[in-house]
């Protein structure tokens, strides 16, 4: 356990940093940054914006909605990259953004994806959650899609063995079973608060000591697992991570993923693949991983394939059976205003 460790006698912070990376997100970030008012009422927030090369109306969108957020408690920073070099590069622009204006203040850090809404008092009650345990470095919500389903968002460290039962189908057979779906942890109740190893990185509250300890996001994972490589990092230096359900966050899962379809099938099998390289290391693992690699390009082909064959039938389909496949982006935010 890290010696910084004290339970604290001060008040919660009155501050919050949130980073937001966007790309393509016309349909849903508006939906966001409009709760974000109501989830931190009494707080101030650093705001850090950095869109990925978007060429739809993210940016435009962006600009007019920050005119809903009070400026007396928001302190916007945007960063429009003219290239994407990744969602993981991008948090870091946000991090070295907080890391020079937070200095010697303890201000903690809210990563957030801007396909969430937030209900509200979500952030006021995930700092008073997460503050109620010393040992805890950092918490993350429930995630619920937009019809109160609750997502699977807690995983434990993956391993090789978790990889082969997943590339064979293991995992699908016996999604309850805490050997064969150990990863995705199929044998979890997540209406249960617990310490985790990794909960999805979509919405990722974490303590200023453990963000200033762990640092940079790892680049090595551009898109996917570098939330993973990161939560794993903390805690190695002694912190635990902890899932609150009594906090429940909207969560629009993949949107900006399926624009970028393709590319994402190869990124996230090559950073698993990346991922068991650089913690796995025992002779055993090394001989998996040594397999694994030829697996995972099989299965990254199949995948690409199978989207393919989706983006060849997708319209015909949805041209009889209207919003089939996917529901449109821009009901997110009209759904939203309906439950205010």
């Not at 962006?62 to 009070?70: K, V």
């Not at 079973?177 to 979890?188: A, I, L």
């Not at 909207?250 to 590319?263: K, N, P, T």
């Not at 919003?323 to 009901?331: D, Q, W």
Request: aromatic share 12%; proline share 7%.
């Amino acid at each position: 356990m890290p010696s910084s460790l004290v339970v604290p006698a001060a008040p919660l912070p009155d501050t919050i940093a949130i980073i937001i990376v966007t790309f393509q997100n016309a349909g849903e970030i508006a939906a966001c940054l409009y709760s974000l008012c109501e989830a931190a009422p009494e707080h101030r927030v650093r705001l850090f914006l950095i869109d990925n090369a978007s060429t739809d109306a993210t940016r435009d969108i962006i600009a007019a909605s920050l005119d809903n957020l009070p400026k007396s408690r928001f302190f916007v920073e945007i960063i429009s990259n003219d290239e994407n070099f990744g969602f993981t590069h991008a948090v870091n622009q946000g991090l070295k953004r907080y890391f020079a204006v937070s200095d010697h203040q303890e201000i903690p850090v809210l990563f957030l994806n801007p396909d969430t809404i937030l209900p509200a008092g979500t952030i006021a009650a995930l700092l008073e959650k997460l503050y109620a345990f010393p040992e805890a470095g950092a918490m993350a919500p429930q995630l619920v899609h937009q019809d109160g389903r609750i997502q699977p968002s807690c995983r434990r460290f993956p391993t090789p063995g978790d990889l082969f039962c997943e590339l064979f189908g293991l995992s699908r057979i016996f999604p309850r079973s805490p050997r064969f779906n150990r990863w995705k942890m199929g044998d979890f109740d997540h209406s249960h608060a617990a310490e985790v190893d990794q909960p999805q990185g979509a919405c990722l509250l974490a303590r200023a000591e453990v963000v200033k300890q762990v640092g940079w996001w790892d680049e090595d994972f551009p898109l996917f697992f570098s939330d993973v490589d990161w939560c794993r990092r903390a805690r190695e230096k002694g912190w635990k991570i902890r899932f609150e359900p009594a906090v429940q966050i909207i969560h629009a899962q993949g949107v900006s993923v399926r624009q970028v379809r393709a590319s994402a099938i190869w990124s996230s099998h090559l950073s698993f693949w990346r991922y068991l390289r650089k913690y796995e290391n025992s002779w055993r693992d090394n001989l998996l991983n040594l397999i694994s690699g030829p697996l995972l390009v099989v299965a990254a082909t199949l995948r690409m394939i199978s989207h393919l064959i989706k983006l060849l039938f997708t319209p015909a389909v949805n041209r009889i059976f209207p919003g089939l496949f996917f529901k449109p982006n821009s009901v997110i935010f009209e759904e939203f205003k309906k439950m205010l």
